[in-house]
């Protein structure tokens, strides 16, 4: 005979919460354990991996005759696609957590170098892909932030399966 525990959470539902409500279709949508942290990962490290791309491109082009900032953005370039194969291999959200800090870094490096200089250098949001870059790690940061408070609260697939299969 089925008990509650049987019954994944994703299909109960309350008498008083309607099926169409938003927390029925967050349900339905978590019923793949870490769906929606899955896509969002993917994204952002889509994003991650543009951001890097950009510095990359910018320091084979000039920067990285800029004394401090040129190895600076090598790094910011590397790491940026270091860590965006992580997030998107893992899918997990401190890895996530990782990717939002290095994008919001990154956008904070740039607002500094900006409005009042960074290791005597000082840029401008009129610089080659300066807004492109701003915009893209600024989605990053939401969007990975979003991966990982949503994965904080994903169902755990191996929680629930060993559940399910321990004895009653």
Known sequence: MPTDLDIPAATT???SEPS???ASAWRRLTVVPGLVSSVLCVAGAVLLVLSGLIHLHLWDTGYRHIPTIGPLFLVQGVAGILVALAVALLRRPVTALVGALL????????VLSVEVGLFG?????SAPYATMSLVLESVAFVVLVGATLVGLHAPSGDAGQARRGSPR
Do not use: H, Q
Request: aromatic letters at 10%; glycine letters at 22%.
């Open 103 to 110: 994008a919001a870094g990154t956008v904070g490096g740039l």
């Open 13 to 15: 539902r309350t008498s």
């Open 121 to 125: 250098f000082r840029d401008s949001f």
């Open 20 to 22: 169409g409500s938003l």
